[in-house]
C-alpha cells in the first residue's frame, strides 16, 4: 500500500493544456514536497510546503497543500514539452519516523 | 562537481555477486541518505547517515545490504549474494541536515543496478 496515492498514474496532453496532479493520504504530513525526475536522473525539488491551506507558485507551476495537510496538488498552466517527466510527491509525517516518503509519481508528456 | 556524485552510473553482475555502489555528497553535508527505485515507483528510504554513524537502517531490507559512511563524507552501499529482485536504480542523497529542519535533499543520478 502507497502512503502516498498519486493521481493520474500517467497523462499525456498537448501542449498549452493545462493539468493538475493529485497527492493523496490517510496521514498528515508536517511537510510535502514536490519533485521532477527526469530518466537516468535523479529528484530534482520543485517546492517544499508546510503549512496547510498553503500556496506556492513558480512560473507556471502551482502548488497546494491542503488545509488537513494530508493532501497535495500539482497544476501546470499552459503545459510546455520541457515540463515532461515524472512528477513525485513525498513527505515527512511522525507516523513514519520523519523519513521522507514517496508516492508512485505521476508520467507527464507534453506533446507539441 | 557541485552535486552528489554516484559511481558507478551502471553495474550489471550475476546473481550470487558482492556488489559496492559509491555516494560522494554535497561538501559540507552531514546529512546522506540512500534509496532505492523500482521501476514504476517512487524513491524508497533504505538507510539515513548523520557524520559517520547510521542513524537510521530501518529500510534496509535484509541483512545483505550493508551501508557504511567511514570519515562522515563518501559513503559505499554494499550488497551481498545479489539476486535479480534488487535490481533497481540506487539512489543517494545529502543535506545539510536531518530532523528539525527544512533544508532539501538533493539526489544523484543514481546507479542502475542490474542482476543477471
Known amino acids: 500500500t502507497q502512503l502516498l496515492e498519486q493521481s493520474p498514474q500517467f497523462l499525456s496532453i498537448q501542449e498549452g493544456e493545462n493539468l493538475t496532479v493529485y497527492c493523496n493520504s490517510s496521514?498528515?504530513?508536517?511537510?510535502l514536497q514536490w519533485y521532477r525526475q527526469e530518466p537516468g536522473e535523479g529528484p530534482v525539488l520543485l517546492v517544499t510546503?508546510?503549512?496547510?491551506?498553503e500556496v506556492k507558485k513558480l512560473k507556471r507551476l502551482t502548488f497546494q497543500f491542503g488545509d488537513a495537510r494530508k493532501d497535495s496538488s500539482l497544476h501546470i498552466t499552459a503545459a510546455q514539452p520541457g515540463d515532461t517527466g515524472l512528477y513525485l510527491c513525498?513527505?515527512?509525517?511522525?507516523?513514519?519516523?520523519?523519513?521522507?516518503?514517496f508516492g508512485a509519481g505521476t508520467i507527464l508528456r507534453v506533446k507539441s | 562537481g557541485a552535486g552528489v556524485s554516484q559511481t558507478p552510473s551502471n553495474k550489471v553482475t550475476e546473481k550470487g555477486k558482492y556488489v559496492e555502489l559509491r555516494c560522494d555528497p554535497i561538501?559540507?553535508?552531514?546529512?546522506l541518505y540512500w534509496y532505492r527505485q523500482s521501476l514504476g515507483q517512487g524513491p524508497e528510504f533504505l538507510i539515513y547517515?548523520?557524520?559517520?554513524?547510521?542513524?537510521?537502517d530501518s529500510g534496509l531490507p535484509n541483512d545483505r545490504f550493508f551501508a557504511v559512511r567511514p570519515e562522515g563524507s563518501v559513503s559505499t552501499l554494499k550488497i551481498q549474494r545479489t539476486e535479480r529482485g534488487d535490481s533497481a536504480v540506487y539512489l543517494c542523497?545529502?543535506?545539510?541536515?536531518?530532523?528539525?529542519?527544512?533544508?532539501?535533499?538533493?539526489f544523484g543520478d543514481g546507479t542502475r543496478l542490474s542482476i543477471l
Open positions: 561538501s559540507g553535508h552531514t546529512a
Open positions: 496521514s498528515v504530513f508536517s511537510s
Open positions: 542523497a545529502s543535506s545539510l541536515c536531518w530532523r528539525g529542519c527544512n533544508q532539501p535533499q538533493h
Open positions: 510546503v508546510v503549512t496547510g491551506g
Open positions: 547517515f548523520q557524520g559517520t554513524g547510521a542513524a537510521d
Open positions: 513525498a513527505g515527512v509525517s511522525r507516523e513514519y519516523g520523519n523519513k521522507l516518503v
